[in-house]
């Protein structure tokens, strides 16, 4: 790639109380995808000014990050009318099932990673189903769509359909079959170790699994503390654990590359357990609305200095766009947060929580220019220009205002992989 560089007004979160706002910025990109710049344009250094431009007055943001989505449930979106328990047993188990037919792995696969890109996320952390193929297929589509992808084959070996009920055996095989195949294979893709949950996991499976993710050094993701039936049905089948978190300490999953979705219902002392393991946390708000699920702790989280990022959670979530996700995590919470904490949590936060703050998730030089454009609500702004706007305005206007189309557009290394037609 020819290096480049674009002007444009930029918003870059620090930390969940500050961002860098620079109304008249520009960023300069390297051969490699790495910005060689990023700030006000009248500090652009002037062997940089040489540098093909572009211009835009929509404001550029860092890529959106998604810490915990469902690729098999992109078409079961809105299945609505039940608890968590009883939504996967009557519409997500039978949905997952479709994809032993590699066709339809294919179709939703290639639907789901478009759909992604246009909503301005540019790192994804997924679960797929428990089928070895439907995962390989999956890979595929997640290197053609070029965005960064962690990726897991769902681990199941009790409690299921038997449409989807593997043994343990079976279930570490194909898994480390994908590792070998995908973990790495490109600079954009990455294996997540997968047991779905505790409630569909034997403890042999769980602690298998924590080896094999410990062998090849790949992520965990898994689900925890989601909805109080769930809890219920984890004591009964672990009455010996203490906690549901200490169901995956005991198993060996709990360490800083382990993901853990939802944790709502989560004690004091299972919070303190997430911290001590340096575990993140993907909250999913939008979710947690849609099935009642509760509310996150955040403030707990935020205090224990718990990594945590926002995840689409699709298919309770209903969208995959980060702006509608930002607004659910306010709302979960039945009041208007401050904008700089959603953006945060939807940037550097997720970045934060993958240990990948060091290449990407705000924009600044040596990282990885992954970068989304958004049009903002001019109306919002009574007739002032950009460069009069504070930046609680244009954070507010961003994350209360912004839908999902608009996003002009996408770069991932540097790359324009979409760009709005009108």
């Known amino acids: 790639m020819d290096p480049w560089r674009l002007h444009a007004p930029l918003l870059s979160p620090v930390s969940p109380t500050e961002l860098r706002w620079h109304p008249s910025g520009a960023v300069a990109v390297g051969a490699d995808g790495r910005m060689l710049y990023a700030g006000d344009a009248a500090a652009l250094p002037e062997q940089l000014l040489a540098l093909p431009a572009r211009e835009t007055s929509d404001v550029v943001l860092p890529g959106f990050v998604d810490l915990h989505t469902h690729l098999p449930q992109y078409d079961a979106r809105g299945k609505f009318g039940m608890t968590l328990l009883e939504w996967l047993e009557h519409f997500i188990f039978p949905e997952e099932a479709r994809f032993a037919d590699d066709a339809v792995a294919r179709d939703v696969s290639t639907r789901f990673f478009r759909g992604m890109l246009e909503a301005g996320t540019t790192t994804a952390m997924v679960f797929s189903s428990v089928h070895r193929s439907a995962t390989h297929i999956a890979f595929e589509e997640a290197e053609r769509s070029k965005l960064r992808v962690i990726l897991g084959k769902v681990q199941m070996d009790r409690d299921v359909p038997a449409a989807l009920l593997e043994t343990a055996d079976a279930s570490i095989r194909d898994t480390e079959i994908l590792i070998d195949a995908w973990h790495r294979k490109t600079e954009r893709l990455w294996v997540a170790v997968t047991p779905r949950f505790a409630p569909t ?85 939008d979710s947690n609305l849609f099935l009642g699920s509760g509310r996150f702790p955040l403030q707990r989280t935020l205090d224990r200095g718990i990594r945590a990022g926002l995840g689409s959670d699709v298919g309770a979530g ?105």
Request: aromatic share 6%; with cysteine.
């Open 201 to 285: 996991c034997s403890m042999d499976l769980m602690r298998r699994s924590a080896a094999l993710a410990h062998r090849h050094g790949t992520y965990v993701q898994t689900h925890l503390n989601e909805s109080e039936a769930e809890i219920r049905m984890v004591r009964a089948l672990f009455p010996d654990a203490g906690s549901y978190t200490a169901v995956y300490r005991d198993a060996g999953l709990l360490g800083e590359r382990t993901v853990l979705a939802h944790n709502i219902h989560a004690s004091d002392e299972e919070l303190d357990l997430c911290a001590q393991h340096r575990c993140a946390v993907a909250h999913c708000p």
């Open 318 to 422: 209903t969208t995959l766009s980060m702006f509608g996700v930002m607004r659910s995590m306010c709302w979960v919470q039945a009041r208007s947060l401050h904008p700089f904490l959603p953006l945060y949590f939807a940037t550097r936060g997720g970045a934060e929580a993958l240990s990948m703050d060091g290449d990407i998730g705000s924009l600044e030089q040596g990282k990885q220019a992954d970068m989304v454009a958004v049009r903002v609500d001019r109306h919002f702004h009574r007739g002032r220009d950009l460069a009069h706007l504070k930046p609680l305005e244009i954070a507010s206007a961003l994350v209360y205002r912004s839908q999902p189309g608009d996003v002009r557009e996408v770069w991932v290394g540097g790359e324009s992989l979409y760009r709005a037609e009108t």
